[in-house]
């Protein structure tokens, strides 16, 4: 594999949101779930999940091309990462891939420049009291949460760098 130029380094790490956004809603959706061994029409995914079918179809080429999920012809298939959206996969993702889209941490990434620039967590722009609080003031988001770090936790896979709250430095959730 070639070395990436640095052109190409800045484009993909700019537009890495849109991919994973795009992740976060077919996780929600339970678009995984929905393909067995057999691609599966967009059009049979797009009924079973009440998405659009156009819309759905260009997130799902997005995510083919990032190898999450295989197209084929109108219809989908898995690939190896789009097994890990299932909810039973033994390594599933699926919550936690939800949980990185709640509004709690979407918004926490929009008010990233305040918490480079004060050094106060971006959580306390919209929640002064802190995540905690958050989670307790957002019950629908809580059970998110709780579900991505029951996973987390029943799979033995680190969390990397993330952590939900401001955490000491090498501190792992």
């Given at each position: 594999?070639?070395?990436?130029?640095?052109?190409?380094?800045?484009?993909?790490?700019?537009?890495?949101?849109?991919?994973?956004?795009?992740?976060?809603?077919?996780?929600?959706?339970?678009?995984?779930?929905?393909?067995?061994?057999?691609?599966?029409?967009?059009?049979?995914?797009?009924?079973?999940?009440r998405a659009d079918r156009d819309a759905l179809d260009?997130?799902?080429?997005?995510?083919?091309?990032?190898?999450?999920?295989?197209?084929?012809?109108?219809?989908?298939?898995?690939?190896?990462?789009?097994?890990?959206?299932?909810?039973?996969?033994p390594m599933s993702m699926r919550a936690f891939v939800?949980?990185?889209?709640?509004?709690?941490?979407?918004?926490?990434?929009?008010?990233?420049?305040?918490?480079?620039?004060?050094?106060?967590?971006?959580?306390?722009?919209?929640?002064?009291?802190?995540?905690?609080?958050?989670?307790?003031?957002?019950?629908?988001?809580?059970?998110?949460?709780?579900?991505?770090?029951?996973?987390?936790?029943?799979?033995?896979?680190?969390?990397?760098?993330w952590c939900p709250a401001r955490c000491p430095p090498?501190?792992?959730?």
């Amino acid at each position: 594999m070639a070395e990436q130029q640095p052109h190409e380094i800045v484009w993909t790490m700019c537009t890495s949101a849109v991919a994973a956004r795009c992740l976060q809603v077919v996780a929600d959706l339970g678009v995984a779930d929905r393909i067995e061994e057999q691609p599966v029409p967009v059009t049979d995914l797009a009924g079973s999940c009440r998405a659009d079918r156009d819309a759905l179809d260009r997130v799902l080429r997005l995510l083919a091309a990032h190898g999450v999920f295989e197209y084929q012809a109108g219809a989908y298939s898995h690939s190896e990462s789009s097994r890990l959206l299932r909810d039973d996969h033994p390594m599933s993702m699926r919550a936690f891939v939800s949980m990185m889209g709640l509004p709690a941490t979407l918004d926490s990434l929009n008010a990233l420049e305040h918490a480079v620039r004060t050094g106060s967590p971006a959580i306390e722009t919209f929640e002064p009291r802190g995540f905690w609080a958050y989670l307790q003031a957002h019950p629908d988001q809580a059970q998110v949460f709780g579900r991505a770090m029951t996973a987390k936790a029943g799979a033995k896979r680190p969390l990397g760098s993330w952590c939900p709250a401001r955490c000491p430095p090498g501190h792992r959730a």
